[in-house]
């Protein structure tokens, strides 16, 4: 599964999902006037909406409600499902420990409301020098507390275009790497 930002390049990325071998592929738009009526033969479309004002609203008419902003009220939220992008913030780390956005209060709450923590390779691959190494130890952080406390987690490309789209595989090689 990968999910993408569409900006009228929806038929780019579809082809592009196919050629990486990718089974289901979910369209995350801003605003739900903007979800197009798309269908594909080879991949299973679903169709989600990014930090909507009214989460509640949305439930029922899109797949999935993603949530990149304030962790706790998003994680409590009900109709949110994938929050992200936790640790991509520009508070100064703790002393001894990264300061990744999650922390063991969050990860129950994640565990007992059944959240999917989510992991953006975009975040990754655009960024360099230090602050990747920094972005790099807080996933690393938040994929051991996600474990310990039995979490579940995904990583996605949250690709624009289709050359930002990196296969499954990849993209969990990369995970796994890091949480060595």
Not at 42 to 67: C, H, W
Not at 166 to 179: F, H, L, N, P, Q
Request: hydrophobic share 40%; proline share 3%.
């Amino acid at each position: 599964m990968d999910i993408v930002y569409p900006n009228g390049n929806e038929k780019e990325l579809i082809e592009m999902a196919k050629k990486l071998g990718i089974r289901e592929l979910i369209l995350v738009y801003d605003d739900i006037r903007k979800i197009p009526k798309l269908s594909s033969d080879k991949i299973q479309l679903k169709f989600g909406i990014l930090n909507p004002k009214n989460p509640q609203a949305m439930k029922g008419k899109v797949d999935y409600v993603l949530s990149s902003k304030n962790a706790r009220a998003s994680l409590e939220n009900p109709a949110i499902k994938i929050v992200f992008d936790m640790e991509k913030h520009e508070e100064k780390d703790f002393t001894f420990q990264r300061n990744s956005g999650l922390n063991e209060v969050l990860c129950a709450i994640a565990k007992d409301k059944d959240k999917i923590i989510g992991f953006n390779f975009s975040n990754l691959l655009n960024t360099s020098g230090f602050q990747r190494i920094k972005l790099l130890a807080r996933i690393k952080q938040n994929i051991e507390l996600c474990k310990k406390y039995k979490v579940q987690t995904i990583v996605f490309s949250f690709a624009k275009n289709e050359w930002d789209m990196r296969a499954e595989r990849d993209m969990k090689a990369v995970i796994d790497m890091i949480s060595l």
